[in-house]
């Protein structure tokens, strides 16, 4: 799809890099853990119980959408806690995919990785995605894709060598697990037994997949729906870097839409082997 005028024109790196210097002040400004569970009594629109540092997280991103529409861009804007929000795109496009602080209880409790997460689209899936920003604020790293370009860390471009890594017997030796709820961990032991070596849970979509996308990690799986703002900028810098992504509830491996709903399981791998056996382990059924 040829890329709209408005989509050309935004600057949409130094956008997300501003929102991502006043996500650092707003997490510095309340240091502790008692400070940042506290909650502002209502819901998202993902169904989340809202805290007062998402809500604040939102408002700074949504202040950078306010100046690039000031400026004269049109789109629309999808977030975690706002919903939908037009900004005069035609038909609704490009779409701004948002998880202000992907890691919300990582944030919270201070546990190092938690993420800013911004996507923009030229259509309404996975597919469309072109641009891709994630900043991990533990270990203070920028991940950035443009669709066609490759990916960067730190303004470093990534490798696309596929640089997976299996122990001796062949199983993947490293495979990032989230939604890592103890029931869904126990339903999935026997598939992981089978393929993987050694789990790991971040806590956060978002940073996984960019460990994939740096092949720190052989590959990742969530265990039940992942939602878009989670994913849709960490699957764009994973494909970028030459890694593999599905969505497993879809023939079309990137179908998925740019919502709010949890459609589907999403498994990455740095090999297409990986990424088969990623696909085993199994997912929670949908309510």
Not at 66 to 77: C, I, K, P, Q, V
Not at 237 to 248: L, M, N, P, Q, S
Request: charged share 25%.
């Amino acid at each position: 799809m040829t890329l709209a005028p408005e989509a050309q024109e935004a600057d949409w790196l130094e956008a997300s890099r501003r929102a991502t210097d006043a996500l650092r002040e707003i997490l510095n400004d309340a240091p502790t853990t008692a400070e940042r569970v506290r909650e502002t009594g209502t819901r998202g629109e993902g169904g989340d119980s809202t805290l007062l540092i998402d809500a604040a997280a939102e408002d700074a991103v949504f202040a950078e959408l306010d100046r690039l529409h000031a400026e004269g861009h049109r789109f629309s804007a999808v977030s975690e806690e706002r919903g939908v929000v037009d900004y005069g795109g035609a038909r609704g496009l490009p779409l701004v995919v948002i998880d202000p602080i992907d890691g919300s209880l990582n944030a919270k409790r201070r546990i190092p990785h938690h993420s800013i997460s911004i996507a923009v689209a030229d259509g309404r899936t996975m597919a469309d995605v072109f641009f891709g920003y994630v900043y991990d604020f533990g270990p203070d790293e920028e991940w950035v894709a443009y669709r066609g370009a490759g990916a960067t860390l730190d303004g470093v471009a990534l490798p696309t060598e596929p640089a997976e890594r299996r122990t001796r017997d062949g199983l993947i030796e490293l495979l990032g697990i989230e939604s890592a709820d103890p029931r869904w961990i126990a339903q999935a032991a026997g598939v992981l037994e089978e393929t993987t070596h050694r789990v790991r849970a971040m806590g956060t979509i978002a940073v996984t997949l960019c460990q994939v996308a740096a092949a720190r990690l052989d590959a990742m799986a969530t265990l039940k729906g992942c939602r878009a703002v989670d994913a849709a900028a960490g699957q764009l810098i994973v494909r970028e870097a030459g890694g593999h992504v599905a969505f497993t509830r879809y023939r079309d491996p990137l179908g998925a839409p740019l919502d709010l709903e949890p459609h589907s399981a999403l498994v990455a791998a740095r090999t297409e082997r990986g990424l088969a056996e990623a696909s085993r382990v199994p997912q929670m059924p949908r309510a």
